[in-house]
T-cell receptor
């Protein structure tokens, strides 16, 4: 597609429920990233994919968080047993190869609210 | 680990004036890229400008320019002739060539307000 697409745009869920956030990167981009942005804060790295593998999962905050990528394209971030502190905007980005000189292209994010 | 610091949580400027946003970073690498991203209320991160550490010449993109001081590890963004559409959060970001080259490390952001 023309840009990185994320769905849903907004998600409200009850504490303890599981949620899935979807990211559809720019066609041909092999690198995909998930970031979390809490209210008024900077972006916190969660996980990086190169193709279908995730060489860097260092930012996932707990084992309730997991992500997968299939077909080298769409990625899903899953949060199990959501907590109120999980409320944030989850941003996805993709880049052509993941080389340091390749800029990241971001989606509009999913705003997750846990009540 | 690399860190990025933006010491100005908020800045404001009169329309048509010039404003400079500050950014410092810490790294042991010699080659890396630095970026400024803009985030309007739409939430999308928009690349404003980028600078490779090995290039001495400061990058410019129309009204946006940077002052890159490698020895001081400083990377400030200058916006000339500020426009109402420039109002947004601005994030400075670092991407190394060796360690963690895959991910961007972001500062905490500066909220820029443009006064008409």
């Amino acid at each position: 597609g023309a840009g990185v697409s994320q769905s849903p745009s907004n998600k409200v869920t009850e504490k303890g429920k599981d949620v899935e956030l979807r990211c559809d990167p720019i066609s041909g981009h092999t690198a995909l990233y998930w970031y979390r942005q809490s209210l008024g804060q900077g972006l916190e790295f969660l996980i990086y994919f190169q193709g279908n593998s995730a060489p860097d999962k260092s930012g996932l905050p707990s084992d309730r968080f997991s992500a997968e990528r299939t077909g080298g394209s769409v990625s899903t971030l899953t949060i199990q047993r959501t907590q109120q502190e999980d409320s944030a905007v989850y941003l996805c980005a993709s880049s052509y190869r993941g080389f340091y000189n390749s800029p990241l292209h971001f989606g509009n994010g999913t705003r997750l609210t846990v009540t | 680990a690399q860190t990025v610091t933006q010491s100005q949580p908020e800045m404001s400027v009169q329309e048509a004036e010039t404003v400079t946003l500050s950014c410092t970073y810490d790294t042991s690498e010699s080659d890396y890229y630095l970026f400024w991203y803009k985030q309007p209320p739409s939430r999308q991160m928009i690349l404003v400008i980028r600078q490779e550490a090995y290039k001495q010449q400061n990058a410019t993109e129309n009204r946006f320019s940077v002052n890159f001081q490698k020895a001081a590890k400083s990377f400030s963004l200058k916006i000339s002739d500020s426009q109402l559409g420039d109002a947004a959060m601005y994030f400075c970001a670092y991407r190394g060539s060796i360690q963690g080259a895959q991910k961007l490390v972001f500062g905490q952001g500066t909220r820029l307000t443009i006064n008409p």
